[in-house]
């Protein structure tokens, strides 16, 4: 199924309010992130994909973390180039940029709204500043939500969804029921899935924690 090209803006640029909104965003990360001191649930992860010589053997080396290990497999390559913590912050910062862009880009809410959880602390603290799956948790649901609204509901959602659904838990729960709106819900009236699809986007704000 391919939804309407008119449905929300695809192709459409950030507007001036929203690209300034994330470019202070991303000032004030940038900020909080290098006076941040990283916690241990932070180092664990990082700590995991210094010890882990191939890919591979973080499987046996995140058995007892109690998730998928989506998020060391992304640390993995930067983790045997330098073992700085700065580092684990870059890709983390990087990851929560990309996320940040794509949601004022998809969001259908107005700028006020929007610059309103942008610097609230689940989009700054909670998830961008700590660098933790969380932020690649987030990323993966919008560049989900961004192909169901490009494609439909087919083969280049489902690869989505199957690294949302790697990246932890969470992203689990949140993977299915994804697969339940788009495959399972009713798709005989569109704006049923466009209405689907745009609240994906408001409840991955709050659905992460």
Not at 15 to 24: F, G, I, K, M
Not at 46 to 57: C, E, L, N, T
């Amino acid at each position: 199924m391919r939804l309407s090209p008119a449905v929300g803006r695809w192709r459409g640029a950030l507007s001036p309010a929203d690209r300034l909104t994330w470019a202070v965003h991303s000032i004030l990360v940038a900020v909080l992130l290098w006076r941040h001191e990283p916690w241990r649930d932070e180092l664990q992860a990082w700590s995991i994909a210094m010890a882990s010589d191939s890919p591979w053997q973080l499987f046996p080396n995140t058995r007892l973390e109690g998730r998928p290990p989506g998020w060391q497999m992304l640390l993995w390559p930067f983790a045997q180039i330098s073992t700085s913590v700065r580092v684990l912050q870059l890709v983390a910062f990087v990851v929560g940029l990309v996320a940040a862009w794509w949601w004022l880009r998809l969001a259908t809410l107005s700028w006020w709204l929007k610059a309103l959880v942008m610097f609230g602390f689940l989009m700054t603290g909670g998830y961008f500043v700590h660098a933790r799956d969380y932020v690649l948790s987030f990323m993966l649901l919008v560049l989900s939500v961004a192909v169901y609204r490009r494609h439909g509901a087919g083969w280049r959602l489902a690869a989505m969804l199957c690294l949302l659904a790697f990246a932890n838990a969470f992203s689990l729960a949140m993977a299915a029921a994804f697969v339940a709106a788009a495959w399972l819900g009713d798709r005989s009236e569109e704006h049923t899935s466009e209405l689907q699809s745009h609240s994906f986007i408001s409840y991955a704000v709050f659905c992460l924690k």
